[in-house]
């Protein structure tokens, strides 16, 4: 994604902070931990990868 500025890069540590707390939570409430934890983090990732790209480009596009 090309190099980040200070302020996407405290985005992204907030973003996996939350990432990792929901997916734990996710973890404990289900009915096996690791499964819950897994499915939790990959769909966080997923999320948070695409409210950054979808940033850059709105950001882009405001500077031209």
């Not at 707390?21 to 404990?28: D, K, L, P, T, Y």
């Not at 009915?31 to 499915?39: A, M, S």
């Amino acid at each position: 994604m090309g190099n980040l500025s200070a302020s996407e890069k405290s985005g992204m540590r907030g973003g996996l902070l939350i990432t990792v707390m929901a997916a734990f939570i996710a973890g404990i409430a289900s009915d096996d931990f690791v499964t819950g934890f897994v499915i939790t983090a990959v769909v966080c990732a997923i999320a948070l990868f695409a409210a950054a790209s979808l940033a850059r480009i709105v950001i882009s596009r405001r500077n031209r």
